[in-house]
């Protein structure tokens, strides 16, 4: 079964500084990728999405990750925090576009003024 | 269009007592599924519906039922409610081969 891994359960990050959220999955073929961020008492907004093809792809908010088959990683990057950004971001993975996600626990990011 | 709709948004149960999340979509999508969201767990799937006319068990469905009314509504319903019920419900749908599309949630606590 697949599993994703996110390892980072909580950042804190200046606002204007850069930013790294890690995720690993496992799963034997390529699956289908997504980042997900949840503000406070909200639902799940999709940032992006891997579905094949260019490794970088480009997200709403200014948001990017990077697709990484040698290291199953989807990593999750931004390079100028705003306040605005703080919430939980979910990582998440689908076999091959089927059925439901499986996602990671989250990381949760703050942002210090 | 509304997206994905729940009701209610809060709900506070008694041990035992009985409810029915409801969740409908206006996107015309063939796949719909109920997730619950508990600290430091990230989202797990509870029941999922490919098509109209179609259920599935996920992750964790042991104390929950679902009924996929038709293509827009799929509910979810707890019969006998226990305090390890206590969570936010997400509603979600998809297209096929696509993102979901998530609820605003329905934060559940039974007493």
């Known amino acids: 079964a697949q599993s994703v891994t996110q390892p980072d359960i909580h950042i804190t990050v200046s606002e204007g500084a850069s930013l790294e959220l890690r995720c690993n999955y496992s799963?034997?073929?390529?699956?289908?990728l997504f980042w997900y961020v949840q503000s406070p008492g909200q639902g799940l907004q999709l940032l992006l999405k891997?579905?094949?093809?260019?490794?970088l792809v480009q997200g709403i908010k200014g948001f990017e990750a990077e697709f990484k088959r040698s290291q199953s990683s989807f990593n999750l990057r931004k390079p100028s925090v705003h306040w605005s950004d703080a919430a939980e971001y979910f990582c998440?993975?689908?076999?091959?576009?089927?059925?439901?996600?499986?996602f990671g626990s989250g990381t949760r990011l703050q942002v210090q003024p | 269009n509304a997206g994905v709709t729940q009701t209610p948004k809060f709900q506070v149960l008694k041990t035992g007592q009985s409810m029915t999340l409801q969740c409908a979509q206006d996107?015309?999508?063939?796949?719909m599924y109920w997730y619950r969201q508990d600290p430091g767990m990230g989202l797990r799937l509870i029941y999922y519906?490919?098509?109209?006319?179609?259920?599935d068990k996920g992750e964790v469905p042991n104390g929950y039922n679902v009924s996929r009314l038709n293509k827009r509504e799929f509910s979810l319903r707890l019969e006998s409610a226990a305090p390890s019920q206590t969570s936010v419900y997400f509603c979600?749908?998809?297209?096929?081969?696509?993102?979901?599309?998530f609820g605003p949630g329905t934060r559940l606590t039974v007493t």
């Open positions: 891997y579905f094949s093809g260019d490794t």
């Open positions: 799963y034997g073929a390529t699956p289908y």
């Open positions: 998440a993975v689908a076999p091959g576009g089927r059925r439901a996600l499986t």
């Open positions: 979600a749908s998809r297209v096929q081969g696509y993102e979901q599309y």
């Open positions: 996107m015309n999508h063939n796949s």
């Open positions: 519906s490919a098509s109209e006319g179609t259920t």
